[in-house]
């Protein structure tokens, strides 16, 4: 019989284990961490809301840096949430990505939005317990502007993400959010590991929040670095006064010519002409958040959620081009305005339809007919009379935005409803 030695596999044996090996990256302990304790008698909040947006993807299961980019980002948050101060200010915890850990939903708020406690927002990311799915981004960012409704104050969104796999509207959803929200709204994207793509979708985000600024996950987990970004983003020194000296008496001043004194002024910049509170601030009728002098629909109900111009648009009901049905995704919406309806059962509404520029305009004010007909058909379904409703098409004559980009076509395929009681 023909012998033979076991020499040769054993050797291919181990050279197949040690190649295994190769393939596990090491699990590298995160930095030490120390919060730093921030004196409220020198600190207060420097915004009055913010809102962290979670990616929970799959892609967020990747190695990185000896852990996982998962982990690396809930020590990110973790981390924050020790050193952040609880001064007043209100907060929320958004999850995206499925994990079956959350939500079957793509994206899921686990907090808020409540005044902020660092033990709530723990419990929020603790209900966080996977990573796993797509990257729906643009659907947490569509989803942080109904978070933040209503919201006129500073705020901050922080978004935690690898930028990895992301929608194609991620940029133009981020796009309408600061546009919703103006200079109220600063953007904060924090990166967790080194994918290009994922680099400059993040940078992008940055540059159209404006007064936010990027950063990366691992430059941040030490104490001193946390504190730096939570003291940079958060907070403000309070003033301390030192005793004036003697100063001689001046004529008090209303640089505004409002007739509320500078010192008293809340509202220091009001155009000249505007009608004004005790406190210098512009009327707020309907208390829709905008201005009488700036507002083109005066009258909004209560809850009613206006546009820059304060009229009362469906937000979630921006339609495809050249199509007037309503998707599954848009009822919430509309079952909203049933319920603002029930609540004032003497409003009548006009139900206003509105194309982009592409297209004849006789083909363009008949296509918004239908998009306004639609709406009415979907509220009298929901038992609201047809004598309370009419329905009309605008066309493409009275845009909201640009005709000239994507985005403004699409929030420019709206229907608004105008009260007419």
Known sequence: MKKFTLKPILIVCMALLLAACAGRAPVKPLPAFQPKTFDAAKYKSGISNFLVLFDASSSMG?????QTKFTIAKE???RMNQTIPELGQNAGLRAFGLDTGISKKSTVQTYGMVPYATAGLAAGLDGITGSGGPS????ALCAAGKDLDQVLTKTALIVVSDGKDMASKTVDYATMLKEKFGSALCIYPVLVGKDAQGMA?????????DCGFFSQAEDLLTGPAMADFVETVFLSKQIVRKKAKPVPVVTPMDKDNDGVLD??????DTPRGVSVD???CPFDSDQDGVYDYKDQCPGTPLAARVNALGCWILMDLLFDYDRAEIKSASFSELDHIVTILEKN???TVAIKGHTDSRGPKAYNKALSLRRADAVKQYLESKGISAQRLTAEGLGDAKPVASNKTDTGR?????VELHPTE
């Open 278 to 280: 005790a406190w210098g």
């Open 263 to 268: 010192g008293k002024d809340q509202c220091p």
């Open 345 to 347: 059962p003497n409003l």
């Open 62 to 66: 990747e190695p990185c840096s000896g």
């Open 136 to 139: 729906p981004m643009d659907k």
């Open 410 to 414: 699409a929030m420019n395929r709206r």
């Open 76 to 78: 990110f948050v973790d």
């Open 201 to 209: 979708l993040m940078q992008e985000l940055a540059v159209i929040g």
